[in-house]
Structures are given as C-alpha cells and as structure tokens.
C-alpha cells in the first residue's frame, strides 16, 4: 500500500507531537481530523502584490482594496495542492483570515473557485473562537500569531514557509512553538 503525501505529512507531524511531549493516556480525546483550518494571506495566497496596491489608496480604504482586488494575489501551490487532499478525502476546509470583512469583496469568491467547497471567515480580533467553533484540528499557518491561535484552540499546528519575497516580515519564527514545519 503507498501512502499518499498528505498522508505521510500527517503522520510526522503527529510523531512530532508526540516527541513533543504530547502524551496519550486512557481518556485522552482522539482528535477527529474532519476539519482542517488555513490561514489565506501568505498561507494559501501569496498576497503582497494585493497589499502594496493597497498601499496607495486612502488609508480608510485599505481593506476594501485588498479584499476586492483577490486576482492581484496569486496560489501558494504547496498549500493549495494539500488543502484539495483534505478536501478529496472528505474533510471540510475553513480559510480563516485576520482581514475584516468589507462591502464588495471578492475574497470569497475567489477562494471557492480555488478551493471549490470550501468555508471562509473573516476573524479580525482573531482566529482562536473560529478554529474552536468550527473544531478545526489542524491549522496550517504562516505566522507565529497562527501557531498560538491554533495551540491556544487545541488544532495541530502546522507552519507553512513563508514566501521570500513577502512585503510582511514580522512574526514569523519557524519551529517556535515545536510545531511541524512544512519544507
């Protein structure tokens, strides 16, 4: 039997977490993989091309540009190839992003053409309530707010490398929290 990518990624991440310090004893809860997260904004998009456009609008204008300018943006491919797994094996999908949401936004739609099935959510104050609400078991994110978001809501933390050429170099520290890290 040959295990499929995604598949094997899984497993060594939870070998990770084990190693981790992560024990299971008689009345441990078995997380119930049936809800995946991502993060969208250099997760699931590389998105600096949207937000240095924005950068040239009216600051009270800054998350309508952005949310209405998605085709700016471009796939993360990795990313996008392991969220259609989860989806091919049956799993549900939740994008969850910090951006507010905004009249006219074409996010939403972009992200269903991308990801046909899947939900998302606009979380500004934070991801934590959402990955809890939705029991999402495993987050994959960019940033370290990411990984402490998913911690904090009991989600596997997965960390994606950050695109190089991102106009946003703040809080990424890869491997902070022992989170598994995708090469």
Not at 40 to 56: E, G, Q, T, Y
Not at 98 to 104: I, L, M
Not at 135 to 144: L, P
């Amino acid at each position: 039997m040959r295990l499929s990518t995604l598949t094997l990624l899984v497993a060594i991440a939870w070998v990770i977490a084990i190693l981790g310090g992560c024990v299971a004893t008689q009345n441990a809860v078995v997380v119930n993989p049936s809800v995946i997260g991502f993060d969208v904004d250099d997760c699931v998009l590389f998105s600096s091309p949207s937000f240095l456009a924005a950068d040239k609008v009216a600051k009270s204008e800054f998350w309508s540009f952005v949310n209405s300018h998605s085709t700016l943006s471009t796939p993360i491919d990795k990313v996008v190839t392991i969220a259609k797994n989860h989806l091919a094996m049956g799993r549900t999908v939740v994008l969850i992003t910090a951006r507010p949401r905004t009249d006219g936004e074409d996010l939403t739609s972009c992200m269903q053409q991308l990801l046909p099935g899947v939900q998302l959510l606009f979380c500004p104050k934070g991801k934590t309530l959402a990955m809890r609400a939705f029991h999402v078991s495993m987050f994959y994110g960019d940033s370290d707010s990411d990984m402490e978001d998913a911690i904090a809501a009991g989600a596997l933390p997965v960390r994606t490398v950050r695109p190089t050429a991102s106009n946003y170099k703040g809080k990424n520290n890869p491997g902070k929290f022992r989170e598994f890290v995708l090469p």
